[in-house]
């Protein structure tokens, strides 16, 4: 196992006395809620955390002249949270961002707006929320008030906090949060780690553009770049380095390359979707049964959409 910049996975264990165990999806619905059964305040660096328990990792910044969240779970966990920011800094939060639409990382505005200056989204991120659940009333939807469509920073007391859109990959309007003199950097969910990822075609994602984003982040942050993801197989891989953001685009070049071989030898969708593996990552393990046949069937959309 790799080391991670300030804060080992060893320690990590020990700060978050975290168990080891699969996460899994509802079965009624493969986006779902991730079901994680352990939650966690944790301190990575500084006045710097991330916060587990259902749902997206969200990550804190607290200081004494600024608080900055990254994304908002669900409205009874963002409660949970709130509970646990508030012994730490009486401060309202300055800034919340969201990494994109999906119902596991922003359905906590609803809860967070009350002790929130600012919400703050790509300007494609608010279009997908309020096209997947806006017409909704069973889930009620807080959107962001501040829009940008490439990149946005704020200077909050010695922070620097930039927000950047490289284009689509997992949806349609992924952003990538950068806290740039602490040099970690939320990347949504740009990355499952060590585990099969959820591809949200519908919500404007693509699987070939994937590798280019992710190529595009391995080159625009530095190897010595402190990653969250919003996904891991277990709560240790919540956090990484470049080697972990690597590993996530050579599994997705893997799974491109080998759907592609496929269709080129005469494979059906249904044929593909039968493959035991995914060649180099046999090993690599789902969050729900179900999902590395996801990602063949979906992986064969994109890629036969223009010949159908």
Same mark, same amino acid.
């Given at each position: 196992?790799?080391?991670?910049?300030?804060?080992?996975?060893?320690?990590?264990?020990?700060?978050?006395?975290?168990?080891?165990?699969?996460?899994?999806?509802?079965?009624?619905?493969?986006?779902?809620?991730?079901?994680?059964?352990?939650?966690?305040?944790?301190?990575?660096?500084?006045?710097?955390?991330?916060?587990?328990?259902?749902?997206?990792?969200?990550?804190?910044?607290?200081?004494?002249?600024?608080?900055?969240?990254?994304?908002?779970?669900?409205?009874?966990?963002?409660?949970?949270?709130?509970?646990?920011?508030? %012994?730490?800094?009486?401060?309202?939060?300055?800034?919340?961002?969201?990494?994109?639409? =999906?119902?596991? =990382?922003?359905?906590?505005?609803?809860?967070?707006?009350?002790?929130?200056?600012?919400?703050?989204?790509?300007?494609?991120?608010?279009?997908?929320?309020?096209?997947?659940?806006?017409?909704?009333?069973?889930?009620?939807?807080?959107?962001?008030?501040?829009?940008?469509?490439?990149?946005?920073?704020?200077?909050?007391?010695?922070?620097?906090?930039?927000?950047?859109?490289?284009?689509?990959?997992?949806?349609?309007?992924?952003?990538?949060?950068?806290?740039?003199?602490?040099?970690?950097?939320?990347?949504?969910?740009?990355?499952?780690?060590?585990?099969?990822?959820?591809?949200?075609?519908?919500?404007?994602?693509?699987?070939?553009?994937?590798?280019?984003?992710?190529?595009?982040? &391995?080159?625009?942050?530095?190897?010595?770049?402190?990653?969250?993801?919003? =996904?891991?197989?277990?709560?240790?891989?919540?956090?990484?380095?470049?080697?972990?953001?690597?590993?996530?685009?050579?599994?997705?070049?893997?799974?491109?390359?080998?759907?592609?071989?496929?269709?080129?030898?005469?494979?059906?969708?249904?044929? &593909?979707?039968?493959?035991?593996?995914?060649?180099?990552?046999?090993?690599?393990?789902?969050?729900?049964?179900?999902?590395?046949?996801?990602?063949?069937?979906?992986?064969?959309?994109?890629?036969? %959409?223009?010949?159908?």
């Amino acid at each position: 196992m790799n080391n991670y910049m300030s804060i080992s996975r060893k320690d990590f264990l020990k700060a978050c006395t975290l168990a080891a165990g699969g996460i899994i999806l509802k079965s009624s619905n493969i986006l779902g809620q991730l079901q994680e059964k352990t939650e966690g305040f944790i301190t990575l660096r500084d006045n710097f955390g991330i916060y587990i328990e259902r749902g997206g990792t969200i990550a804190w910044l607290a200081s004494s002249d600024a608080v900055v969240v990254v994304d908002s779970q669900f409205p009874d966990t963002a409660k949970n949270f709130t509970a646990s920011l508030q %012994k730490i800094t009486p401060r309202k939060i300055d800034l919340l961002f969201n990494t994109h639409h =999906h119902g596991d =990382h922003t359905p906590g505005n609803v809860y967070l707006k009350n002790y929130t200056a600012k919400i703050v989204a790509h300007e494609n991120c608010i279009e997908l929320q309020k096209k997947s659940y806006g017409n909704d009333p069973g889930k009620p939807q807080v959107y962001a008030d501040t829009t940008f469509k490439d990149e946005w920073s704020a200077i909050l007391g010695k922070e620097k906090i930039t927000a950047k859109y490289f284009s689509p990959a997992h949806t349609g309007g992924d952003s990538v949060i950068h806290f740039e003199s602490l040099n970690i950097a939320h990347v949504g969910d740009l990355v499952f780690n060590r585990t099969f990822p959820y591809i949200d075609l519908a919500g404007g994602g693509s699987v070939v553009n994937w590798i280019n984003v992710l190529e595009k982040v &391995i080159k625009y942050y530095s190897k010595e770049t402190l990653f969250i993801f919003g =996904h891991g197989i277990t709560n240790e891989f919540v956090t990484g380095s470049m080697q972990d953001v690597n590993l996530m685009k050579d599994y997705i070049s893997a799974l491109v390359d080998f759907v592609s071989n496929e269709i080129k030898k005469g494979r059906t969708k249904e044929q &593909i979707a039968l493959a035991d593996e995914i060649p180099g990552f046999k090993d690599l393990k789902e969050m729900r049964a179900g999902l590395k046949k996801m990602n063949l069937e979906k992986t064969y959309d994109e890629l036969t %959409k223009n010949k159908n």
